[in-house]
């Protein structure tokens, strides 16, 4: 391990996890709605109204995850500054979209960034990926199996989505968002609530990917046309959606010893604009107090959150000293929430 604990005070004998640095990354080529209407049966209008996206970003041929992850952990570990960056001793990416089946992303990503031989390795939960992240990243830090640990959440989803179907084309992009987590105390700036995790796999089916993986191989068939795309059943996963981000985000603020009146900003994933619209209402909270950036971005899957925090902390929307409610949910069903005073970072 290249940190140390050694002077860190503790609550209950574990050590909180504290941000001390945040960076973010989408491919350089926005598309807009009306790129995809030469396409697509549909129209800037339409796409608007119903998701809140006027454009995203896609990768390039060629360009795959690992590519988004290094950008990102790189301003992350930049924005952390030598005295945080020199000490990560693990490296955990959430993603859904590896660059290869085996082995995991997370590696390759460590070596790149000049990081050596510290332990490294994925997560996948989706949409809600840099939550479970969250937890494992606070959890290895708890543990004193790391002292400070680079989480990056990425994914390059667009590889995954029928570029023929509406109802997906139109809202998945790609992207990255990391941030660099230290031992510190938990009542310091920075430092990360208890994460409320669930997850419901009896709807499992809801969003889904069906070829691919062992079940299709194990059959010893090509992958059926079509399976190797996302389906998503829409209204059922709105309905999921709301409820479970809205549960999770009042347990998050109840363990944070918070109100939802004291929430400053809510940072929810930016999976559709009506969704967000939703839960936000159902939680009281104002629109004064929400951040997004799903008009440019889209749904980025696991990257959402941490590219959400480092664009409100880069245009100040997001300041020091805010208390910012997480939340997510996608497929698995996987969903979270996490409260954190925002520290005084710069995206890197």
Same mark, same amino acid.
């Given at each position: 391990m290249n940190g140390s604990l050694e002077g860190v005070a503790v609550a209950g004998g574990a050590p909180a996890s504290v941000i001390v640095g945040i960076g973010a990354y989408v491919p350089p080529n926005p598309?807009?709605?009306?790129?995809?209407?030469?396409?697509?049966?549909?129209?800037?209008?339409?796409?608007?109204?119903?998701?809140?996206?006027?454009?995203?970003?896609?990768?390039?041929? &060629?360009?795959?995850?690992?590519?988004l992850a290094v950008e990102a952990g790189r301003r992350a570990l930049e924005s952390a500054g030598p005295e945080h960056a020199e000490g990560v001793d693990a490296v955990v990416l959430a993603t859904t979209t590896p660059d290869r089946a085996c082995p995991a992303t997370a590696p390759e990503v460590a070596?790149?960034?000049?990081?050596?031989?510290? #332990? #490294?390795?994925?997560? %996948?939960?989706?949409?809600?990926?840099?939550?479970y992240g969250l937890a494992t990243a606070?959890?290895?830090?708890?543990?004193?199996? #790391?002292?400070?640990v680079l989480l990056i959440a990425a994914d390059a989803f667009t590889t995954l989505v029928d570029p023929r179907d509406r109802a997906t084309a139109v809202i998945f992009a790609d992207g990255a968002g990391a941030v660099v987590l230290r031992a510190g105390e938990p009542d310091e700036p920075g430092a990360v609530g208890r994460v409320v995790?669930?997850?419901?796999?009896?709807l499992s089916g809801l969003l889904?990917?069906?070829?691919? &993986?062992?079940?299709?191989? %194990?059959? &010893?068939?090509?992958?059926?046309?079509?399976?190797?795309?996302?389906?998503?059943?829409?209204?059922?996963?709105?309905?999921?959606?709301?409820?479970?981000?809205t549960e999770a985000s009042r347990q998050a603020v109840q363990a944070a010893g918070w109100g939802l009146a004291d929430i400053d900003r809510l940072a929810a994933h930016q999976a559709n604009a009506r969704i967000l619209a939703?839960?936000?209402?159902?939680?009281?909270?104002?629109?004064d107090r929400r951040l997004s950036n799903i008009a440019h971005n889209g749904n980025t899957v696991a990257a959402s959150i941490p590219l959400l925090l480092a664009d409100a902390t880069a245009d100040g929307s997001l #300041?020091?000293?805010?208390?910012?409610l997480l939340t997510a949910f996608g497929a698995g069903l996987a969903w979270g929430a996490a409260t954190v005073r925002w520290p005084d970072v710069k995206p890197g």
């Open positions: 598309v807009t709605n009306h790129d995809l209407t030469a396409r697509l049966d549909t129209s800037d209008e339409w796409i608007r109204t119903r998701t809140g996206i006027s454009s995203r970003h896609m990768v390039l041929p &060629g360009q795959a995850t690992s590519d070596s790149r960034l000049g990081l050596g031989t510290v #332990a #490294a390795f994925d997560v %996948s939960a989706v949409c809600s990926g840099f939550l606070t959890g290895l830090i708890a543990a004193g199996t #790391a002292s400070r995790l669930g997850s419901d796999g009896s889904q990917v069906p070829g691919g &993986g062992s079940r299709q191989r %194990s059959l &010893g068939k090509p992958v059926k046309p079509g399976d190797e795309f996302l389906r998503m059943a829409g209204r059922d996963t709105y309905r999921h959606a709301v409820g479970r981000m939703t839960v936000a209402d159902d939680l009281g909270i104002p629109e #300041a020091a000293g805010h208390r910012v």
